[in-house]
C-alpha cells in the first residue's frame, strides 16, 4: 500500500509549481470539492455595505488589489508590463493577460498600485483597484 501524503508533503509539492500550474489546481479543487476560494472576499464585500447604512464612517483603504480588466488591443506590450511588475514567466503572464480579469498584485499600498495602474494603461491595458 502506497504512503499517504501528508499536508506539509503536499505543501513542499505546491511550491515547485509555477503559477499557472496552481491555477489548474484551484480550479480542479474547486470543481472536485464544490467549493471556490473567492467567498471570502464575497462575504467581506458584502458586509461593508450593511456597516455604511448603519451611518459608520469607513476608514480608508490602505491595500489595494491590482486587476486587469483587459489587454486592450496590444496584449503583447502589456504582458511585458504585468512580467516586469510580477516577475513571471512569459508563459505565465501571457496566461495572466489571457484570462483578464485576473488579479496583478493583491494587498498593495496605494502609491504602488496607482503606479502599477498606470504602467499597465499606459501599455494598454484598463485596470481596476479593488
Avoid at 49 to 74: M, R
Avoid at 75 to 87: D, G, L, Q, S, Y
Avoid at 94 to 118: F, H, S, T, Y
Amino acid at each position: 500500500m502506497a504512503d499517504k501524503l501528508t499536508p506539509q508533503d503536499a505543501v513542499e509539492a505546491i511550491k515547485q509549481w509555477t503559477v499557472l500550474e496552481l491555477s489548474e489546481f484551484i480550479k480542479l479543487f474547486e470543481d472536485e470539492f464544490g467549493v471556490t476560494a473567492a467567498a471570502p472576499v464575497a462575504v467581506a464585500a458584502a458586509g461593508a455595505p450593511s456597516a455604511a447604512a448603519e451611518g459608520v464612517e469607513e476608514e480608508e483603504k490602505d491595500s489595494f488589489d491590482v486587476v486587469l480588466i483587459s489587454a486592450g488591443e496590444k496584449k503583447i506590450p502589456v504582458i511585458k508590463e504585468v512580467r516586469a511588475i510580477t516577475n513571471l514567466g512569459l508563459k505565465e503572464a501571457k496566461a495572466l493577460v489571457e484570462d483578464a480579469p485576473k488579479p496583478v498584485k493583491e494587498g498593495v499600498k496605494k502609491e504602488e498600485a496607482e503606479k502599477i495602474k498606470k504602467q499597465i494603461e499606459d501599455a494598454g491595458g484598463s485596470v481596476e483597484l479593488k
